[in-house]
């Protein structure tokens, strides 16, 4: 008995030598999200962010069809408080998103919106520039005074 083999199997050998200006190579957390978009802007600390958080963000990611502009995610107790971010802040908790939303009229902004809350995203907050959406367990919809 005799199973066909690939008579060779090809290494890269055109394998280009590109000069990476990163060190480390991008984590990506789910297909559009990479770890260090979701990490806290301290840059020190080493973030919690939810699964439940990557998969809804991500679903949201797939139906909208475009790119999404992540201004904070994770957020570690210590960087929070410098920012002047609410004590309990669900971006300490690693469940909580907020999006730019710079370009976006009303209505894209209100179709964005009731999807995020139809996937899950009960937490919902909104800023002139921004959104804040978070995973938690019972809704809540605000507008920040800004
Ligand atoms: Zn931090
Ligand atoms: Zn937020």
């Given at each position: 008995m005799s199973k066909t083999q690939p008579k060779t199997i090809k290494k890269?050998?055109?394998?280009t030598t590109r000069k990476t200006t990163k060190s480390a190579p991008i984590e990506m957390l789910s297909r559009n999200f990479s770890k260090s978009e979701l990490?806290?802007?301290?840059?020190e600390c080493e973030p919690i962010i939810s699964d439940i958080l990557v998969t809804r963000l991500q679903s949201l990611r797939d139906i909208c069809g475009h790119s999404l502009s992540i201004n904070s995610g994770y957020r570690c107790p210590k960087h929070n408080k410098a920012i002047g971010?609410?004590?309990?802040?669900?971006h300490t908790k690693g469940i909580a998103v907020d999006i730019s939303t710079s370009g976006w009229g009303a209505d894209k902004l209100h179709r964005f919106l009731s999807l995020a809350f139809s996937l899950g995203f009960n937490g919902i907050g909104i800023a002139s520039n921004y959104f804040h959406i978070d995973v938690r367990s019972v809704a809540a919809m605000w507008k920040y005074n800004e």
């Open positions: 890269s050998v055109n394998k990490s806290c802007n301290c840059g971010g609410a004590p309990n802040s669900m």
